[in-house]
Each structure stands twice: as structure tokens, then as C-alpha cells.
């Protein structure tokens, strides 16, 4: 473990903490261990109190206070001070962050306790702090102090259940969990998103790991690739196994057609004198322009070797060996967006496109746009009810809103995206949807200038309303990206 607590799981016993039933059970299978009985203590913690209680929780911090006070009275340079509170501090929870998100209230405690200790040991009276908390949490890489941060540290050490999940496809565990919440059919990642909603506090909290940070939105989940062996275990059209998207976002109308929808990827084709055919069936004959799309499609899967003898597997992209490491989740939770920004900005400055829709494209990424929001956070508006959408006058008018998610927008994105058989959920802020559409398939280049078009005409449309008092309808905005 990264913490560098070590635990012999084979003399080990697990004992149910007064949490579901089901938690240690699974934490049993987990760790290879035999399940105890209580009462006992973990970590000076007494167990039989609900983890969910406060006065649990108080415990814990005060086991924190009591266990840095011990280091009070020797000198410790400020290297020592973050030794001391990286591997004391963060391996205690250790245990309860492998199961549980923790509380913001006692994570805002166990940080209290860290920075006062960090910037002067354990007296009284407040020291100075020289550098903001946030910064002092940050990777050395990213400039920061190397401390761990706790609500990250808590998903990393969470994110193992998503590995196991994934990684035993048949295997007991799973199946007992696939019982009790439901998620035959549909991909592990469907039933996941839906278990936030059912369940034990447990497995709703292993759930909602995966869309809990803000920017970090999907980490768990687009962490795995799927890495096709035999093709057994995968479904052809729903799953994600070549490319980002499933086949059926992007050829919509050949999934329609097919007759076999529900098929694997080793049902689509054959084993044939010892090289792999892919066998496509259509319920109908095809058009030309549904020709061209099989060819497409054949294009797009040729390069995906199918193997006789091997599993499919799933691979977590950031180790070398496809294992799930806390250390990786870890780094990968941590590392600001800076580098998605950056690649984000770029990417507005395209020289097909005329430089004020790129230099509109950019400022929207940035959130910097003359949008009603924006007027008022400068007071040039002065009153909220004055910074509504100029489309719908029903929702503050940002960027975000004004440009994907309003209805008047979305009329015209839809009919875009008929238009380009494009089946697409729009991502929640511009800057996401922007680095998302670049993958649009088929026709890059051409969808990349229907996206400046769009932003550009949604944004004069909205001019003109305000100074012209012109009202555009949504053909006619239409008829303009056309
Ligand atoms: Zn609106």
C-alpha cells in the first residue's frame, strides 16, 4: 500500500465493523481473509459504532490529534514535519478510506489538525501559514508540497473495488454484487452510474467515486481500456473496444440495420483456416450511402487482432503492466487540468477557421466571453434578474448555457448532428464538449467547421437580439451553419 501501512492478509482477520453485513464480507473475499467477530478496536478505534455517526468519525480525528501530539516536543525541521504527516497522518484512515468517502466536515478536521502541525507542531496558538492549504496539497510536480491530499487519497485507495469489478468478470464477488443491485445486461459502467441511487451506503459510495471531482468527471471508468482477446466477453456494438466510442454511437444507422445487435465480438465473425473474418449481417440490403458506411466500419475494426486463445482484458491506462495502482489514481486525480486547458486553447486557433470565431472559441474555453454572466460579475449588468439567457430568459446566461445547453441551442445541435448522423451526449461545459468533438468521426474536418459555425451563428443570433431586438428562429440559425 501506498501509505506504506503493510497488512498480512493470510493471518488476518476481518471484522464487520457494525457496517453492512455485506462490507466485510466483500472486504473478506477481497483481501483473501477470514471474517472475525466483534467486539474489537481498529487503529484505538472502537468498532460497533456506525461509520456514518459523528462521534465515530471524532474518534478518529481525535486518534489523529493524539498521535501527532507524540512528535510535539522534538524538533522537526519542516522535511520532517511533511514525513511525519504524509505517513502517520494518511496511513491511520487508511483503512476507512478503502471503503468509505469521508465526510468534507471530517476531512476539513484531519486538514486542520495537518496544517496547524505542518507549520509549527502541535501548540496552541496559531501559526503563520505561509502557503495556501490547496497549493501545499499539490504534487511537487505541480508546484506543490507533496501532502497528501485526503479526499483524493480516499478515492484512489476507492477506485480498487472499479479495478476488481472489472477485473473479475466471473468471479464470485462480482456476481454476488451483480445479484443484490441488479446489473445483468447493460455495461458494468451503466449499473455502476445507476447504483448511486441504490444500495448500501457502501456501494453508493463506490459508485459515486467516479463522478465526485469536478473536471475529474469518468476517471474511473475511461481509466479502463478495454483490450480485446478472443472477443468473447464484449459486446460488438456496445462496448467500447475500438476507438473512444461504442460502434453503435458511431454508425447508428448500421446498428439499426444489423441483426445482430445483442452479439459479441466473437459472434460478428469466424475463425477461417486460422485468420479472423468479420461476418456482417443486415436485415435489409444496404443503400450506397449505408455501403459506404460498412466500409467504414470494416476500416475502422481491420486493425483489431482477435486472438483464439486470450481473454479479453481490461487495462487501466496509466501503469505499464494494465494493473490498478493507488499511486496512479492518485497522481492521475492530482494532476491539475492544466494540461487539458492548454491543449484545449490551442486547438481554438485553427487557420481554416476565420480568427473571430477562433478567438470567440477561445475566450468561451476560458469563460471569458461578454455573456450576461459576465457583464454582471464586471457590473456592467447590475442586476441578476437583467442576466438571463437572451434565447430562453430562464436560466443565468453563461457560456456553458448560452452555447450547449439551452433549448434553442440544443434545437440547432440537434438537427446538426441529425443532419451528420451523429449521435452525441454534449458534455457539460464548453471547454469538455470542445475537446470532445474533435473525435466526430468520419468527417473531421468538415464536423470541426459545423462546430465554429454553430458557435459563431448561436453567438450573432444572441447579438442581434439584444441590439437589434431581431428574433432569429431556429431554422434560420440553422440555415446559416448550413
Ligand atoms: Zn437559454
Given at each position: 500500500m501506498v501509505s506504506g501501512l503493510k497488512i498480512n492478509y493470510n493471518k488476518s482477520k476481518l471484522y464487520?465493523?457494525?457496517?453492512?453485513?455485506e462490507v466485510s464480507q466483500h472486504w473478506a473475499i477481497f483481501l483473501n481473509c477470514k471474517t472475525g467477530k466483534l467486539p474489537m478496536t481498529y487503529l484505538g478505534m472502537p468498532i460497533?459504532?456506525?461509520?456514518?455517526?459523528k462521534d465515530t468519525w471524532a474518534e478518529l480525528i481525535s486518534k489523529i490529534g493524539r498521535k501527532l501530539a507524540g512528535w510535539k516536543n522534538r524538533f522537526l525541521s519542516l522535511g520532517g514535519r511533511i514525513v511525519i504527516i504524509n505517513s502517520v497522518l494518511t496511513s491511520l484512515p487508511v483503512f476507512l478510506m478503502s471503503t468509505y468517502l469521508l465526510p468534507a466536515g471530517v476531512i476539513q478536521k484531519i486538514d486542520a489538525i495537518r496544517r496547524k502541525f505542518l507549520w509549527?507542531?502541535?501548540?496552541?496558538r496559531n501559526k503563520i501559514a505561509w502557503v495556501r492549504w490547496v497549493k501545499v496539497c499539490k504534487d511537487r510536480k505541480q508546484?506543490?508540497?507533496?501532502?497528501?491530499d485526503l479526499r483524493m487519497f480516499n478515492l484512489a485507495l476507492m477506485g480498487k473495488w472499479w479495478a476488481r469489478l472489472v477485473k473479475e468478470q466471473g468471479g464470485l464477488w462480482r456476481r454476488v454484487l451483480l445479484d443484490k443491485y441488479?446489473?445483468?445486461?447493460?455495461s458494468w459502467g451503466e449499473w455502476i452510474t445507476e447504483g448511486q441511487n441504490r444500495g448500501s451506503r457502501w456501494w453508493k459510495d463506490v459508485c459515486k467515486i467516479n463522478e465526485l471531482i469536478e473536471g475529474k468527471r469518468d476517471w474511473v471508468k475511461s481509466g479502463f481500456k478495454l483490450v480485446i482477446g478472443d472477443?468473447?466477453?464484449?459486446?460488438?456494438?456496445?462496448?467500447?473496444?475500438?476507438?473512444?466510442?461504442t460502434l453503435e454511437v458511431m454508425f447508428p444507422r448500421l446498428s439499426y440495420l444489423s441483426?445482430?445487435?445483442?452479439?459479441t465480438v466473437q459472434q460478428m465473425g469466424e475463425w477461417i483456416g486460422g485468420s479472423w473474418r468479420w461476418r456482417l449481417k443486415w436485415r435489409r440490403r444496404l443503400s450506397t450511402r449505408e455501403q459506404d458506411q460498412e466500409t467504414q466500419l470494416r476500416s475502422t475494426i481491420q486493425n483489431v487482432q482477435i486472438r483464439k486463445d486470450a481473454d479479453d482484458r481490461w487495462w487501466w491506462r496509466y501503469e505499464k503492466d494494465g494493473e490498478y495502482t493507488v499511486k496512479s489514481a492518485y497522481k492521475l486525480l492530482t494532476t491539475t487540468e492544466k494540461g487539458d486547458e492548454i491543449k484545449c486553447l490551442k486547438r481554438c486557433?485553427?487557420?481554416?477557421?476565420p480568427l473571430k470565431i477562433c478567438a470567440f472559441s477561445w475566450l468561451s474555453v476560458l469563460g471569458r466571453t461578454p455573456c450576461k454572466v459576465n457583464l454582471l460579475k464586471r457590473n456592467i449588468i447590475r442586476q441578476e434578474a437583467d442576466?438571463?439567457?437572451?434565447?430562453?430568459?430562464?436560466i443565468a446566461e453563461n457560456e456553458d448555457h448560452l452555447l450547449l445547453w439551452c433549448d434553442f441551442s440544443g434545437k440547432i445541435w440537434n438537427k446538426n448532428l441529425a443532419w451528420w448522423e451523429i449521435k452525441y451526449v454534449m458534455a457539460r461545459s464548453y471547454k469538455d464538449a470542445f475537446l470532445q468533438h474533435?473525435?466526430?468521426?468520419?468527417?473531421q474536418k468538415g464536423w470541426q467547421v459545423i462546430w465554429y459555425a454553430t458557435i459563431w451563428a448561436l453567438w450573432s443570433t444572441r447579438n442581434r437580439r439584444i441590439f437589434e431586438a431581431k428574433q432569429v428562429s431556429t431554422d434560420e440559425v440553422f440555415h446559416m451553419v448550413q
Open positions: 464487520g465493523m457494525n457496517i453492512e453485513e460497533g459504532a456506525s461509520l456514518r455517526s509549527g507542531g502541535c501548540e496552541e508546484g506543490g508540497m507533496g501532502i497528501k441488479g446489473g445483468e445486461g447493460g472477443g468473447a466477453k464484449v459486446s460488438f456494438w456496445r462496448q467500447v473496444w475500438v476507438g473512444s466510442h441483426t445482430d445487435r445483442q452479439s486557433w485553427n487557420s481554416t477557421i442576466a438571463m439567457c437572451s434565447f430562453c430568459a430562464e474533435s473525435w466526430a468521426g468520419r468527417n
